[in-house]
C-alpha cells in the first residue's frame, strides 16, 4: 500500500530564518505530488505541484520554494522565513493518469505546523 | 477558474440529529467533486468522491453527499450524526481541464457535534 510521510510535525523558527520540509511516499512511482498551505481559519491553497523529477510549477507568488530531487521526494524551502508563513503544511501526492486524464484522488500526509516568531 | 463556496464555516449539532454541509462551486468546466474530512491536527481524509454515474454516492461511515449539476452543489449530509464525526470538513473540486490532476477547496466548515 502507498504511505506519505512528512516531517518534522512541528516547526518553530524564528522571521528570517531558512526553512525546509520534507515529504517522501512509499509504494508508488512517477506520482504527482504538491505542497498545501492551510493558514487559521482558511482553506487550503495550493502552493506548488510537480509531475516529475525537477518538474516545479508554482501555484502563487509566494516566499516559498520546492524541490523534487527523487521521484518520491518533494522539499519545501525558503531562504528567510516572514511571519505570513505560519500555518500548516501539508505535502499530498496522487496517481499519474496521463495527460489529460483527471479526476483522481489526492491523499495528503499528516502535515507540519510551522511558526514563525 | 473554479471556486468553492462552503456557506456555513462552523455548524453546532447534537449527537444523533441530523445533519447537512453545503456546498456550491463555480467552474466553467466540468468539475469532479470531493468531500474530505480533517480530524483535529491531522492530515486529510478523503470521506467521498462523485466522478460520473448515480448522483448521489455515500462513504463508509454514514455520510452521502448529491450532486446536483443545475444548483452547481455538491452537498453533504448524515441522517444522525455522532460525536467523532466532530472535525472540518472540506468541499472540493477538480476541473476536468488545467494540464494536471489539481484540487480546489472551499474554506471548510467545522462540524461540532456535541452530547
Known amino acids: 500500500s502507498q504511505t506519505i510521510h512528512q516531517w518534522p510535525a512541528t516547526l518553530v523558527q524564528p522571521v528570517g530564518s531558512p526553512l525546509s520540509l520534507e515529504c517522501t511516499v512509499e509504494?508508488?512511482?512517477?506520482?504527482?505530488l504538491y505542497w498545501y498551505r492551510q493558514a487559521a481559519g482558511r482553506g487550503l491553497q495550493l502552493l506548488f505541484y510537480?509531475?516529475?523529477?525537477?518538474?516545479i510549477s508554482s501555484e502563487v507568488p509566494q516566499n516559498l520554494s520546492a524541490s523534487r530531487p527523487q521521484d518520491r521526494q518533494f522539499i519545501l524551502s525558503s531562504k528567510k522565513l516572514l511571519l505570513s508563513d505560519s500555518g500548516f503544511y501539508l505535502c499530498?501526492?496522487?496517481?499519474?493518469?496521463?495527460?489529460?486524464?483527471?479526476?483522481?484522488?489526492?491523499?495528503f500526509g499528516e502535515g507540519s505546523w510551522l511558526t514563525v516568531v | 477558474a473554479q471556486s468553492v463556496t462552503q456557506l456555513d464555516s462552523q455548524v453546532p449539532v447534537f449527537e444523533e440529529a441530523p445533519v447537512e454541509l453545503r456546498c456550491n462551486y463555480s467552474s466553467s468546466v466540468s468539475v469532479y467533486l470531493f468531500w474530505y474530512v480533517q480530524y483535529p491536527n491531522q492530515g486529510l481524509q478523503l470521506l467521498l468522491k462523485y466522478l460520473s454515474g448515480s448522483t448521489l454516492v455515500e462513504s463508509i461511515n454514514g455520510f452521502e453527499a448529491e450532486f446536483n449539476k443545475s444548483q452547481t452543489s455538491f452537498h453533504l449530509r448524515k441522517p444522525s450524526v455522532h460525536i467523532s464525526d466532530t472535525a472540518e470538513y472540506f468541499c472540493?473540486?477538480?476541473?476536468?481541464?488545467?494540464?494536471?490532476?489539481?484540487?480546489?477547496f472551499g474554506a471548510g466548515t467545522r462540524l461540532a457535534v456535541h452530547p
Open positions: 472540493a473540486v477538480s476541473p476536468f481541464s488545467g494540464g494536471y490532476n489539481k484540487l480546489i
Open positions: 499530498a501526492w496522487s496517481t499519474d493518469l496521463g495527460r489529460g486524464r483527471f479526476g483522481n484522488t489526492i491523499y
Open positions: 509504494g508508488t512511482s512517477n506520482p504527482n
Open positions: 510537480s509531475v516529475g523529477i525537477g518538474q
